[in-house]
């Protein structure tokens, strides 16, 4: 059904009612899938106010109506992880292993399936959402191999006496997705929670609600006990229900910065611990001897990777001053070469924005932008497919700004779009100071050939995840993350296992009391 699924969901259709996705056959028949998960199957919800309509970002319809869960379904959502919390953390790390292992190869075998899905909930590239899977399946993996490696350590004390130390689960683990990488995020979260012995009721955004459920379902069918993996749908108030549950360990988040404080705040109502991933005005260093082309290409990676709906990206592009002609004039060719149409053909480059709010707003930025003196190079302009069923899409051409300056609103805030600031620099002291003049700080790359400047730049450069000669690279086995308003923890890596773990120290006595009474 679900493969089917992927298939029809561009054929015209009504709307479908209730917390589900409705499509048509080539019959009158209704398919109806509910996109909650909890206590091991779809369910519907009983929430019926505050129903939200999900579009499809590549033509504008109306994919499926979403009821938020409510009291109830958090309630029964947290309570089916709660129990299911209580088998896993007990079995060896080998044994959740096998059931993770299970999981990616289900994930590899439905790779293009999911991946359609992905494209038409969030209107990306087909070429993209592939690879996206790919890293979800890899995430998977990663942790699945850490699982038995967790450890404590043994500490011997004086007569005969020591101490050891357990690194233990925490419990029922929340997450909290975003709307640029819905699948993908759900297997980040969801794969070092696993591996550590949690459990995990996951929320997608309410803008990208179908991907995630499909994710518990793979879990389950990889041997996963009931309630490992829950998805509850719905916002703001679903989000706070979660974030206040007595019965919730742990709080991972990926999202904006405001929404980033809220919930940490509520989270230290209960003192639970927090994952921020938030938002990014990463800076992109690019000196004049640097390889032009792998520059421009970076560039390009770091500017219109998912239409440019990406946190880490490099949005501010400094260029030393002797190379900028040469580099904004192929930049500029390149970005006009980028095709823009239907996300589930090969040949497409860039896609729909997830949703038309979204589209106007980016498109703000840019009329900002030439107000305050920026000009605009290419780009920045609505754009309509030929393709006549892709008309109500929300695609724009990808835009690059030059003549663009620090105090500029296009330069300072995060855009969340295909669109790229040039900035002009001098000397290395100079660029780094303007580099650093934000409160944020989530990404940076630099390009060059001087192996010296690239580390001693990286050195100075206040952002947790760094490039050097590339940009927009995260394979799992390394932490990503931010630095200052861009966040608290890290996911991928080994490092992530400290973040859904906690320490418990054992003293052990092997000889008498050594009492003062």
Known sequence: MLQRLAVTLRRPAAAPLTAALRCISSGSKDITVPLNFYAGKRRTSQ?????????????????????????????????????????????????????????????????????????????KSITEARLDVDSARLCIEYYAGLASTLAGQHVQLPGGSFAYTRREPLGVCVGIGAWNYPFQIAAWKSAPALACGNSMVFKPSPVTPVTAVVLAEIYAAAGAPEGLLNVVQGGQETGSLLCHHPDVAKVSFTGSVPTGKKIMEMASKGVKPVTLELGGKSPLLIFQDSDLENA?????????????????????????KDILPGFVEEVVKRTQAIEIGDPLLDSTRMGALVSKPHLDRVLSFVEQARKEGATVLCGGEPFVPSDPKLKGGYYMTPCVLGDCTDEMTCVKEEIFGPVMSVLSFETEAEVLQRANNTTLGLAAGVFTRDVRRAHRVVEQLKAGSCFINNYNITPVEVPFGGFKMSGIGRENGQVTVEYYTQLKTVFVEMGDVDSLF
């Open 47 to 123: 929430e019926k106010s505050n129903i939200e309509t999900v579009y499809e970002p590549a033509t504008g319809r109306v994919l499926c109506h979403l009821e938020p869960c409510g009291a109830l379904e958090v309630d029964q959502a947290v309570e089916a992880a709660k129990s299911a919390f209580g088998h896993w953390s007990k079995m060896s790390g080998m044994e959740r292993a096998r059931i993770m292992i299970e999981a990616a190869l289900i994930i590899e075998s439905r790779r293009e399936e999911i991946a359609e899905m992905e494209v038409v909930n969030n209107g």
């Open 296 to 320: 421009v290409r970076g560039a390009l990676m770091a500017n219109f990777l998912s239409q440019g709906q990406v946190c880490s990206n490099g949005t501010r592009v400094f260029v030393q």
